[in-house]
């Protein structure tokens, strides 16, 4: 269930748009704050506050990269592969850090489930690469000795963000 | 031809992002300057004078789309601010918005004033957490300065700014998937016409625009429409933020006059790295075909590289040595267009998914003599007649590095002995 305070929050987001509607993903960003992913229940919450079939929410929750419908590492590390990365050396990295991590090749949880290996498309930090954005710091120029340094650094983080909380917060 | 900072004036400066900071280096005089004492149609007016062109890709005419909203003034209209910026090799909206943030506040007011927008939204890319963070901050610090709400400096103007985050999709930069991402939906594109500009978000007229473009306005506005249409060359005026990455020695974003050469671009990025040599490059992003050597005297401008059959894009130079793995490279790129295909159309998601699956097969030593004929005819297909700009930009990368290095590809097709039989079925691609 989620808690009253993330409900209320996501009223609150439903006031800020003409139509109601728009603040869905905003609110999905919310609700998977607090949840850690967006299992079925939650999506089904998320669609009674707005009114609407839960399928429509499901529908959005499957079309984009930032919403996780599987349970997922506390913290997550997107590895860029797109070209300007890949040209400096994004697929060697990405490979070390998955062995690093013992996760699957080409990405995946830790078994403690602390970290999520995700290689991702261009991240539009092109400047930095081979780049990685790891919750919500973007990293880069990366090289293999860097690893241990960033995974550890991670580890002490609160966890991967969400835009929304995270805006919210900093207002505050 | 040193840089010529006039967006990026202010990058780097650790004051900037706050408002006393961002008013103490000029900013917020533009408003001040045109707000009420200019009236919007006249605003348009200088906008379409200057000649500013949209730095999001197509290079429309920014007056002239500011001018197809309607004058009604009871009509409700909408300004969107498109920060989605996921063109791979493009990285100039971010750097603006985490540096800059109240430039881009200042142009959305600047441009909602000129069409009669009481409401915008600066949908943002969801990934980008710190520019999110910093804009939303923006927006609270302009409100309290009375630079956004009701009736702006005593006119009666008044904005509100939606700082939108997104949740990570390509195609949500394309104009209508954005509005369909906007209102709570997958981010599918619409059929045009009607033109946002006449039935957009929530099917009122909206007009949208790139970071770029509006921060340029802010300029346009201080220092009017003669002063920027003598930067850059004709139908090319101002300046342009060019972002070079890949083999390069100093990736960066650079600002220049539209019109330079890609050859002093590349020289003030650094050059090649030693004992290594320019093989190739995507001049604007990834969605357009690529330039070679011959081509490193063009002059970086909307009319040269389409009369090169290339693109301008976002300008966005994603360059290749003599080091590059040109089939590995189309690959990757094609593999980027099927993930983020929104698979609305049949052309572009089946398209794109087959060339991956021919691409991937030619990669692993069991391409056929037939291959190169057959992902031209796919790229074809899927150049002409999918529904929206994205499949149409998926086929250059890959057709021109086809063409442009035929040998790479077929020395990979010799390595298959059997490459004169006919294909077996694709092979599956290690990619999920």
């Given at each position: 269930m989620l808690s009253e305070k993330t409900k209320t929050a996501i009223l609150e987001l439903q006031k800020i748009y003409p139509e109601k509607r728009s603040a869905l993903i905003p609110a999905l960003h919310l609700a998977q704050a607090e949840r850690g992913y967006l299992p079925r229940e939650t999506q089904d919450e998320v669609a009674e506050l707005f009114g609407i079939a839960p399928n429509e929410v499901n529908a959005v929750v499957t079309f984009y990269d930032m919403f996780f419908e599987e349970p997922v590492g506390k913290h997550i590390v997107h590895v860029c592969k797109n070209v300007s990365c890949m040209l400096r050396g994004a697929d060697e990295l990405l490979e070390k850090l998955c062995v690093k991590l013992r996760v699957a090749p080409g990405g995946g949880s830790t078994e403690d489930g602390e970290f999520t290996v995700i290689p991702s498309e261009c991240l539009a930090a092109c400047d930095k690469a081979p780049m990685m954005l790891v919750d919500d710091k973007v990293v880069g120029p990366v090289r293999e000795d860097d690893l241990d340094r960033i995974v550890d650094q991670a580890r002490k983080g609160t966890g991967h963000p969400s835009p929304v909380k995270k805006a919210e917060a900093d207002h505050a | 031809m040193p840089e010529m900072?006039?967006?990026?004036?202010?990058?780097?400066?650790?004051?900037?992002?706050?408002?006393?900071?961002?008013?103490?280096?000029?900013?917020?005089?533009?408003?001040?300057?045109?707000?009420?004492?200019?009236?919007?149609?006249?605003?348009i007016e200088l906008v379409k004078q200057s000649g500013l062109r949209g730095r999001g890709g197509a290079g429309f005419p920014t007056g002239m789309k500011w001018g197809f909203a309607p004058k009604d003034p009871a009509l409700p209209k909408y300004l969107v601010c498109n920060c989605d910026e996921s063109e791979p090799g493009t990285f100039k909206d971010r750097l603006l918005i985490e540096h800059d943030p109240h430039q881009l506040i200042e142009g959305m007011i600047l441009a909602s004033y000129a069409i009669g927008a009481r409401y915008?939204?600066?949908?943002?890319?969801?990934?980008?957490f710190e520019g999110i963070v910093k804009l939303s901050a923006a927006v609270e610090q302009a409100k309290k300065r009375g630079f956004l709400g009701r009736n702006i400096f005593g006119s009666d103007f008044s904005l509100e700014i939606v700082v939108h985050p997104g949740a990570g999709a390509y195609i949500a930069g394309e104009?209508?998937?954005?509005?369909?991402?906007?209102?709570?939906?997958?981010?599918?594109?619409?059929?045009?016409?009607?033109f946002p500009a006449v039935a957009g978000l929530y099917g009122k007229p909206t007009i949208i625009n790139n970071v770029e473009t509006l921060c340029n306005v802010v300029h346009i506005v201080n220092h009017g429409a003669e002063w920027f249409q003598k930067i850059g060359k004709q139908k090319n005026s101002g300046t342009k933020i060019f972002q070079v990455s890949g083999h390069i020695q100093r990736p960066g974003c650079y600002e220049f006059p539209l019109g330079?050469?890609?050859?002093?671009?590349?020289?003030?990025?650094?050059?090649?790295f030693p004992g290594r040599k320019f093989k190739a490059c995507y001049p604007g992003g990834s969605s357009c075909a690529l330039l070679t050597e011959r081509d490193l005297d063009l002059s970086m401008d909307f009319e040269t590289l389409a009369a090169r059959k290339s693109a301008l894009?976002?300008?966005?130079?994603?360059v290749m040595d003599d080091s590059a793995d040109m089939v590995k490279v189309a690959n990757r790129l094609m593999q980027f267009y099927q993930n983020e295909s929104c698979g609305k159309c049949t052309p572009c998601r089946e398209g794109t998914r087959w060339v991956v699956q021919i691409l991937t097969r030619i990669e692993a030593g069991k391409g056929t003599i037939w291959d190169m004929e057959v992902i031209e005819k796919v790229c074809n297909n899927m150049e002409h007649n999918s529904f929206c700009p994205l499949a149409v930009g998926a086929a250059p990368p890959v057709v021109s590095a086809c063409k442009e290095f035929k040998s790479e590809f077929e020395a990979y097709i010799r390595k298959n002995p059997n490459s004169e039989k006919l294909p077996e079925m694709p092979i599956s691609y290690p990619y999920s």
């Open positions: - | 900072r006039i967006l990026m004036a202010h990058m780097g400066k650790p004051d900037q992002c706050g408002i006393e900071g961002y008013e103490r280096n000029g900013g917020y005089q533009a408003i001040r300057k045109a707000i009420p004492q200019i009236a919007p149609e006249n605003l915008a939204f600066l949908y943002c890319r969801g990934e980008f104009e209508t998937a954005l509005l369909n991402s906007l209102e709570g939906y997958r981010a599918t594109p619409r059929l045009k016409p009607p330079i050469p890609l050859r002093e671009v590349l020289d003030v990025a650094g050059g090649m894009g976002t300008a966005s130079i994603i």
